[in-house]
């Protein structure tokens, strides 16, 4: 199975320090909220010979823990289309680049409301 991980590292020492379950609950939301968008347009991305690709993708989004949440494909072909693919579109790996600095920004903001509240 193909699977990438999208989590944050480094975060325990501030939640810490701060109102935790506030804090990890609305960062989790967040983080669940671009997996979900990341594996839509990673899913819109892929070489679309058929829609299996396509579909395990968009639906392959889980929780793994607090703050961690992961998406992928149970295909067996689906790292060999990433990875392979004529194109070289790295849809996946794309779509993760894209949207990590909105990712992180997205947090920040969001701590920063909490901060002023």
């Known amino acids: 199975m193909s699977n990438f991980t999208v989590?944050?590292?480094g975060l325990a020492s501030l939640i810490s320090s701060l109102d935790a379950n506030a804090i990890a609950q609305?960062?989790?939301h967040i983080t669940e909220a671009y997996?979900?968008?990341m594996a839509n347009e990673?899913?819109?991305s892929a070489p679309r010979r058929k829609s299996k690709l396509r579909n395990s993708i968009a639906a392959s989004v889980?929780?793994?823990a607090p703050l961690h949440w992961t998406y992928g494909s149970d295909l067996p072909y689906a790292t060999r289309q990433e990875y392979e693919h004529r194109t070289k579109k790295g849809f996946i790996r794309n779509t993760i680049?894209?949207?990590e600095v909105p990712y992180r920004n997205k947090i920040?903001?969001?701590l920063n409301e909490m901060?002023?509240?």
């Open 26 to 28: 609305d960062i989790d």
């Open 7 to 9: 989590k944050i590292e």
């Open 115 to 117: 901060g002023r509240g």
């Open 42 to 44: 990673s899913a819109e």
């Open 97 to 99: 680049a894209k949207n």
């Open 35 to 37: 997996t979900r968008k």
């Open 62 to 64: 889980q929780k793994e």
């Open 108 to 110: 920040v903001e969001r």
